[in-house]
């Protein structure tokens, strides 16, 4: 839009007399309308000039179609915030919001009565902390030339205000500045610049408007940095009477009372450090998760604004509480238009509610020892589930031995000893607690993770570039660095006494990147490491360092030019323990590698005797086995092992344990209730695996007798969605209080009633037959499934009490596709065929299809499940189970998920109980746990389901779920399962706090997210302009084609132990992947957009088994900077559709690719 440019002439003259008067220190009049001074309750409704052209309409809260103005001042605002672009586009979300539209809106809601602040982002779309793009007129300027155009543009602005008859009571030079605005040049860390410009916009709109406030907008009011920023401008040359109050943002967690406090000791510090006026310029919150919760936080952030002494808070705005037709997360409007009950609170005299009080509040007791130096977290679960104040505070009873965050729970281990970690409740004051014991730390390094400052630590150089802050990789603290000028330091700590041998050092790391040097050390040796982001965290190893005289120096080693940042947590360094032969020790089934430390027993190795791992001698014994673990999903698993133990009890100190994150979780290992060939199962339970998804697991046994002897086997470590066998009764561990189940059990009896067999025995192949039952055909095609033509006859043995929900088919037919295809009719929800039928033998699969659901059990499965019967074939039943949950259940368990999830969860289907089992003559069910091949699920999807976000779950009775994927087709997905579970269709959607509705990627991020592709951070932001890396990149085409990750190495640059060595050798073996000649594959560089094409165009193939088109290349205007190799490759991906250029016609082949980006492209891919 050019229009304003006609403005330009007439201003021009105008503007460089007032610039001339500013700098003479002579006021430039003007006629100003009187500005009342009261407490200012205010929306942002720019987005209404779009809203009503595009046709929508706004109601009040009798349901009556209303000027939402109007609406807005019955609900109490008086004031409303108006946002200015310099030049923007006609996008209806994104763009608009001119001179000419402002001042238009301007004057309508003047002539309603409303007070008017003004908010110029400098920028022609939206500025925020994550995006402060200089206006494209600008991009060329120096400081000067900069200056001048904020000057003639703000000059501009505030004339056709008072040319409208405007007065703008606020005027807001530049939106959310945490990181300075037009950047480059007036990016925070050119701090100097950034105060020249803001004076430059604040003295062009006191020339025209001398009473008019000036406001300084920071984002994240709650946060730590907010006086920092402001003293920064201060030491920078920003004099009083540059502004008048200090704005600030606030969107506050969905439980607000973890930073209330902290936004008004904010203000209150501001107010009084500065002599300004403080207002929170925008909030916002969910109310489609709960509207009394939003309603609540805006009572608290008025009455926190209005507490601030001296009378200097003076307001309060909502940013587009209108947005929801917009799809904005945080609007407070319904989606029927009338507002929601939170807007009630800008009504005079609005006060907090409490309709749902806290009862009580539950601390799950640890059963895990924290390590000095070590992190971990307190649990604390509130009910009801639906209270209305879902806040805690976290307290330790000692500090100087358990460090704990007052909001978040998160424990650090400081000394040995004891406390008690107590969580208090928002509401009412409820109390629980658990006792934390910190043992010894078995660390190498002091303070690795910084937890107790740099205790342990020296820094040498630049040692005021360092200091300790919470931007952690787990616990609560972590090394931070940061200077705006040129700085080089060492942090390092000397090891004594150490063992000589080999050992390996790591460390997490993330940052801004662009550092000069930036690696770890371990003596001499180094391992440099690129930071890409804030929260990009990575894991820098040196694999191989030789220790000869116990001692060693590690640390790391940083230098930059200047204004670059990065922190570094969570040191670690290991003894490489020697590796053990073992085919026995399984974990989860499959052979692994064991590392023993400590020393080697007598007898030590498998066992043709007892089918385990055989430890004994006839001296005390004192080792540890280890299996390493990567590439785990978050979650909370369970740990179990078999054991037996001859000649007594192994010593006190002997136990199974798993590291996770700094913290160990352990139970002692016994041998009671074992017996030759009958070993004990142990089990530890609630270990919490997070996002960087590794653990160690072993066990440590101690005898303190001369003569001893055991075994072990089968290890398992499951997350507690993956349903494990029974296990015979045993007595239960003393750490491990069972807690009863908040939903009902979904899990069917082991057993049931059975008429005595000699009275009338099992269903057999030659027992009562009975006519075969009448089978709708078979889809194959995943897109849909017929109902059953006729109610099939069963002819099961009687029962003692009758169930008409078991279909009994005695004599299964086999079609001509060589399949076997069992229709279920209304309300039966198990099918049993006898486990010797003839028409199982060499199947190719065994289909059973009911009104909603349809399972499709590969032959391989079935034999699966012949051989689970063993030698009790006759007489046995094979069991599909397929029970649907009450939806009293269903509603139980979604309220439990979303208390656990990061996203929003809504089902979208029904949730069935799958499972697949073998019933002996005596009524025992034998379940299979895990499926030999994947089995085929098929739920039908409820009309209103959105097909972007619905996916197939496994949903474990504890609320916690795992992505089972999920294909579209005709209202169906269709999912891959490989073990028995609940499985639902559920919406995941996810929300990040960078990624708002405006943003042009904002659908695809969430479809992308849904799918499980593409994850945010800790912090919860998405981070959509981070550059990708060829690694990465890779990895989200495996995921989102469903390939397994793994493989042999692929190439010589690929390290095994990285991360993404799976995906990487999968795509590999795919094809998508090929290298150089030299056979690297380079990744950690970063993606080409054209590199991205040519990776998708093979995936499109792979996917598709066809050739993509090959087109022609588009007519960009940079073709000739296309790579000879990718041209091919980008003609497709542009006759596919993948491609289409930037706006001005540009492809930019060798700039890199960004997450958002990647999130497009990846959408396209699998909605071809």
Request: net charge negative.
């Amino acid at each position: 839009m050019k229009k304003r440019t006609r403005w330009l002439a007439a201003v021009l003259t105008f503007t460089m007399l007032i610039m001339s008067l500013t700098a003479l220190g002579l006021p430039a009049q003007a006629g100003a309308v009187p500005i009342p001074q009261s407490f200012a309750k205010g929306a942002d409704v720019s987005w209404l000039p779009q809203m009503e052209a595009e046709g929508y309409k706004f109601y009040n809260d009798q349901g009556d179609e209303e000027d939402l103005l109007q609406i807005l001042k019955d609900h109490g605002i008086d004031s409303i915030r108006l946002r200015a672009f310099v030049n923007p586009s006609d996008d209806p979300i994104n763009g608009h919001n001119s001179i000419e539209e402002m001042v238009t809106l301007a004057s309508r809601v003047s002539a309603l009565g409303f007070r008017v602040m003004v908010d110029l982002h400098y920028s022609d779309s939206w500025a925020d902390p994550g995006k402060q793009v200089t206006p494209a007129a600008w991009a060329s300027d120096n400081l000067e030339q900069l200056k001048a155009h904020v000057s003639e543009y703000t000059t501009e602005v505030m004339q056709a205000l008072k040319t409208a008859g405007v007065t703008p009571e606020w005027v807001q030079i530049g939106n959310e500045i945490n990181n300075g605005m037009m950047h480059p040049l007036g990016s925070y860390s050119n701090t100097a610049n950034l105060v020249e410009l803001i004076q430059a916009g604040s003295h062009a709109a006191k020339a025209l408007f001398p009473e008019t406030k000036i406001i300084i907008h920071r984002a994240n009011g709650a946060d730590t940095g907010v006086d920092p920023f402001y003293a920064g401008l201060v030491e920078a040359g920003l004099k009083d009477s540059d502004y008048d109050i200090i704005g600030l943002s606030y969107y506050p967690d969905s439980i607000y009372t973890s930073s209330i406090n902290e936004l008004s000791s904010n203000m209150n510090l501001l107010a009084a450090k500065y002599g300004k006026e403080v207002m929170v310029v925008e909030v916002g919150g969910d109310v489609s998760k709960n509207v009394d919760n939003v309603y609540n936080m805006l009572v608290a952030v008025q009455d926190g604004v209005k507490a601030v002494p001296g009378g200097q808070g003076t307001g309060v705005f909502y940013w587009a509480p209108e947005g929801v037709y917009f799809g904005y997360g945080l609007s407070a409007w319904n989606p029927d238009g009338k507002p929601s009950f939170a807007m009630d609170a800008f009504i005079d005299g609005a006060s907090a509610i409490n309709r749902v009080p806290v009862q009580s509040v539950k601390v799950e007791k640890q059963t895990a020892i924290l390590e000095v130096g070590g992190t971990g977290s307190v649990k604390a679960t509130i009910s009801p589930a639906n209270a209305t104040y879902k806040g805690l505070t976290f307290t330790s009873s000692d500090e100087a031995i358990v460090k704990v965050d007052k909001y978040k729970g998160t424990i650090s281990g400081l000394a040995a000893g004891t406390s008690t970690v107590t969580a208090v409740t928002y509401d009412g004051g409820f109390t629980d607690s658990t006792e934390i014991t910190v043992s010894p730390s078995t660390s190498f390094i002091q303070n690795p993770g910084f937890e107790d400052g740099l205790n342990g630590w020296t820094v040498s150089g630049d040692s005021a570039a360092v200091n300790v802050e919470s931007d952690a990789h787990s616990g609560s603290a972590a090394l931070h660095y940061w200077s705006s000028g040129a700085a080089e330091f060492q942090i390092s700590q000397t090891v004594t006494g150490l063992e000589n041998g080999t050992y390996q050092l790591s460390a997490w790391v993330s940052g801004g990147g662009g550092e000069e040097t930036a690696e770890i050390f371990a003596g001499n040796q180094k391992q440099p490491f690129v930071n890409t982001g804030w929260q990009q965290w990575s894991n820098p190893t040196i694999d191989t360092v030789e220790v000869t005289d116990g001692t060693l120096t590690l640390g790391a080693n940083l230098k930059y030019a200047g204004d670059k940042w990065g922190n570094i947590d969570d040191f670690k360094l290991v003894k490489k323990a020697g590796s053990v032969s073992t085919n026995n020790l399984t974990v989860n089934g499959s052979k692994s590698d064991w590392y023993l430390s400590g020393t080697k027993p007598a007898t030590f190795g498998d066992s043709n005797a007892s089918g385990g791992f055989d430890y004994g001698d006839d001296k005390p014994i004192n080792f540890s086995l280890t299996h390493e673990m990567t590439g785990l999903e978050p979650g909370t698993y369970t740990l179990q092992a078999k054991i037996f133990g001859d000649k007594g009890e192994p010593s006190p100190g002997s136990v199974m344990y798993v590291i996770s994150e700094g913290q160990t979780y352990s139970v002692p290992v016994t041998y009671s209730g074992s017996a030759w060939l009958k070993p004990r199962t142990l089990t530890l339970k609630h270990v919490h695996i997070g996002e960087d998804g590794s653990a160690s697991l072993g066990f440590k046994v101690l005898t303190d007798s001369d003569n001893h002897y055991g075994y072990l086997q089968e290890v398992t470590f499951v997350r507690n969605s993956t349903t494990t066998p029974e296990v015979p009764s045993e007595p239960s561990e003393p750490s491990e209080p069972v807690t009863p189940p908040v939903t009902e059990p979904v899990t069917p009896p082991v057993t049931e009633p059975v008429t005595p067999p000699e009275e009338n025995p099992a269903p057999s192949a030659e027992a009562s037959p009975a006519p075969s039952p009448t089978t709708a055909p078979g889809t194959g095609s995943g897109s849909g499934w017929t109902a059953p033509l006729a109610t099939a006859q069963a002819s099961a043995a009687p029962q003692a009490t009758p169930q008409p929900e078991i279909l009994t088919v005695t004599e299964p037919k086999v079609n001509a596709q060589n399949q076997i295809v069992i229709p279920m009719a209304e309300g039966q929800s198990e099918v049993r065929i006898p486990a010797d039928a003839v028409a199982l033998k060499g199947i190719a699969a065994l289909k059973v299809e009911g009104k909603t659901v349809a399972v499709e059990i590969p032959g391989k499965v079935a034999q699966q499940l012949q051989a689970l019967a063993g030698q009790q074939q006759k007489g046995s039943m094979m069991s599909i189970l397929l029970e649907p949950r009450s939806p009293e259940q269903k509603t139980a368990w979604i309220l439990q998920a979303n208390k656990k999830s990061e996203a929003e969860l809504r089902t979208a289907g029904e949730m069935f109980n799958l499972r697949l089992s073998v019933l002996n003559q005596q009524g025992v069910k034998t379940p299979l746990v895990s499926f030999a091949e994947p089995v085929t699920l098929r739920l039908k999807v409820q009309e209103n389901g959105n097909p972007m976000l619905a996916g197939v779950y496994a949903a474990a009775d504890d609320g916690t779920l795992e992505y089972a994927g999920g294909t579209w087709e005709s209202s169906v997905l269709t999912a891959q399962i490989r073990q028995s579970g609940n499985y639902a269709v559920l919406e995941y959607d996810k929300s990040f706090a960078d990624v708002t509705p405006a943003d042009w990627a904002y659908s695809v991020i969430k479809e992308m997210a849904a799918k499980h592709i593409i994850e945010g951070d800790r912090e919860g932001r998405f981070a959509p302009k981070r550059e990708v890396t060829r690694a990465e990149f890779v990895t989200m085409l495996v995921r989102a084609l469903g390939l397994k990750a793994e493989g042999l190495r692929s190439f010589a640059d690929v390290d095994s132990s990285k991360w993404y060595s799976g995906d990487v050798a999968a795509a590999f073996a795919a094809g998508i992947v090929k290298g150089d000649s030299a056979g690297k594959f380079a990744p950690e560089s970063r993606i080409s957009r054209q590199e991205m094409a040519t990776l998708l165009v093979r995936a499109y193939e792979l996917r598709s088994g066809s050739k993509a088109p090959a087109g022609s290349l588009p007519a960009f205007a940079d073709a000739a900077k296309i790579d000879s190799w990718a041209k091919d490759a980008v003609s497709a991906a542009g006759s596919l559709g993948f491609i289409t250029g930037t706006p001005d016609g540009f492809f930019k082949p060798q700039a890199n690719a960004t997450r958002a980006e990647c999130a497009k492209v990846l959408s396209l891919l699998l909605n071809l």
